[in-house]
Nanobody, 127 residues
Framework: QVQLVESGGGLVQAGGSLRLSCAAS????????MGWFRQAPGKEREFVVS????????YYANSVKGRFTISRDNAKNTVYLQMNSLQPEDTAVYYC????????????????????WGQGTQVTVSS
């Protein structure tokens, strides 16, 4: 099992930036990929981006492409999500997740592809 702890959320004005961090501990050697999801009140959990832990290849949701950037630091077992040009519709609780079983890029856009989840961090974008 992998334990995940997110940090970096907060309140920002539209057009601003935030960087989220997700620190992994435990059986990190079993991690194939990691991802970020978000969930706004009354909505389903939504895929944001995934990253292959070994190759660094990424896959973004269209809604954040060009604004958000995922990166990883393998030595620190940490994944980052740099969020620029934030808009009120980006307001949500952001969750970090890790997957330990190989799956296709498309499948990695679904929550069921992930074994471990963080507790979430709130991002609020004011207009």
């Amino acid at each position: 099992q992998v334990q995940l702890v997110e940090s970096g959320g907060g309140l920002v004005q539209a057009g601003g930036s935030l960087r989220l961090s997700c620190a992994a501990s435990g059986r990190t050697s079993s991690t194939y990929y990691m991802g970020w999801f978000r969930q706004a009140p009354g909505k389903e959990r939504e895929f944001v981006v995934s990253i292959n832990w070994s190759t660094g290849s990424t896959y973004y949701a269209n809604s954040v492409k060009g604004r958000f950037t995922i990166s990883r630091d393998n030595a620190k077992n940490t994944v980052y999500l740099q969020m620029n040009s934030l808009q009120p519709e980006d307001t949500a609780v952001y969750y970090c997740a890790a997957g330990s079983r190989w799956s296709s890029t498309v499948v990695r856009t679904t929550p069921t592809a992930y074994d471990s989840w963080g507790q979430g961090t709130q991002v609020t974008v004011s207009s």
